[in-house]
């Protein structure tokens, strides 16, 4: 089985979504020519042509609304906004457009397209290319929201993103593209070809939306985390050496609440992690879905770790990003109650 980083696996998977279906098409700014800022794209114009994979404006409103009258049309629009941290002059579009469309006609136009955007911290890029902006949108109906944290799920998931008949926004980890992060910034880069979830398999295949994947089996405490953070937070377990279940949600809406319910129920303490900063978070919906659900099995409350109710500080980058030093002492808090 072929190994590949978060960027080959993403680019494969518009490779096979685009061999198996003519409708699909790719475009944001410097996604064509250039392959995007990040190479997610790299190659597709040269196999496809222009007419399916081409740039687009330095203007996120209007490419969003493009996809919108593709999506109307019978086409499959995968679209790129190149940080997440510019997702923003498009909300408007996602909010009322994308995300209302099959309710508005009664089902008879869905929204068959993908918003996919680098997120998140951990690579000095300062309040404006840093942001974890999902929160935004996983309070909004009718959109799924899919953050991968391994090469093999990114490839599975963006398939079947792309082949879902209703709207994705999938944020992908920038900072787990060439390899995974355990939070340890002062130690040396890891290449995705040295983790086992770099095994990619060839080919069609979709890891179905909503399905999270526990990651690590464990009877002491669940730790609830999603991209770059399930890396963070299995360092900081296994630095502690506690015997905790750690679960990859995968997809946030739909959550895949089964498995968070049967893990609590199992360990009865609950620690959530992201990067988002802490107010309004995701992590706030995790943490009151627990305490709703799982109340009379928890035997501690339900812990978060967070970044902070900051900008993403450029010069403070570490002391903002949850690493495993805050979660160490999440872990013995909720371990202690």
């Given at each position: 089985?072929?190994?590949?980083?978060?960027?080959?696996?993403?680019?494969?998977?518009?490779?096979?979504?685009?061999?198996?279906?003519d409708d699909v098409v790719v475009f944001g700014e410097d996604a064509g020519y250039f392959g995007g800022v990040f190479?997610?794209?790299?190659?597709?114009?040269?196999?496809?042509?222009?007419?399916?994979?081409?740039?687009?404006?330095?203007?996120e409103g209007g490419i969003v609304a493009a996809a919108v009258g593709m999506a109307a049309y019978g086409l499959k629009p995968v679209i790129e906004i190149q940080f997440a941290d510019y997702i923003y002059p498009g909300?408007?579009?996602?909010v009322s457009e994308v995300a209302k469309m099959r309710y508005r006609t009664g089902g008879e136009w869905p929204m068959p397209m993908v918003i996919r955007s680098p997120?998140?911290?951990?690579?000095?890029?300062?309040?404006?290319?840093?942001?974890?902006?999902?929160?935004?949108?996983?309070?909004?109906?009718?959109?799924?929201?899919?953050?991968?944290?391994?090469?093999?799920?990114?490839?599975?998931?963006l398939?079947?993103?792309i082949e879902d008949p209703d709207p994705v926004i999938m944020f992908e980890p920038k900072r787990i593209y060439n390899g995974p992060f355990d939070g340890h910034h002062d130690r040396p880069v890891k290449p995705w070809s040295k983790h086992p979830a770099s095994e990619v398999p060839e080919g069609h295949y979709a890891v179905p939306l909503g399905k999270a994947a526990i990651v690590r089996e464990g009877g002491?405490?669940?730790?609830?985390?999603?991209?770059?953070?399930?890396?963070?937070a299995l360092a900081a377990v296994e630095d502690r050496g506690i015997d905790a279940e750690v679960i990859d949600l995968r997809t946030l809406v739909p959550l895949d609440i089964e498995t968070v319910e049967q893990s609590v129920e199992k360990t009865g303490r609950c620690l959530v992690v992201q990067e988002a900063p802490r107010t309004s978070g995701f992590a706030s919906e995790l943490s009151a879905l627990?305490?709703?659900?799982?109340?009379?099995?928890?035997?501690?409350?339900?812990?978060?770790?967070?970044?902070?109710?900051?900008?993403?500080p450029h010069a403070y980058e570490w002391a903002y990003f949850p690493g495993p030093k805050r979660i160490n002492r999440a872990l013995e808090k909720v371990m202690a109650d």
């Open positions: 089985m072929p190994t590949m980083n978060m960027i080959q696996a993403l680019n494969d998977a518009h490779k096979i979504a685009m061999r198996g279906d190479r997610v794209t790299e190659g597709l114009q040269r196999e496809f042509g222009k007419t399916r994979v081409f740039d687009a404006p330095i203007s909300y408007d579009q996602i997120y998140g911290g951990g690579i000095f890029g300062g309040q404006t290319h840093s942001q974890s902006p999902e929160s935004l949108f996983t309070h909004i109906a009718g959109l799924k929201v899919v953050i991968p944290s391994t090469p093999a799920d990114a490839k599975g998931l398939i079947a993103a002491d405490l669940t730790v609830l985390a999603y991209g770059t953070m399930v890396h963070v627990v305490q709703e659900r799982c109340f009379y099995h928890l035997e501690a409350p339900v812990e978060r770790v967070t970044g902070w109710d900051t900008p993403y």
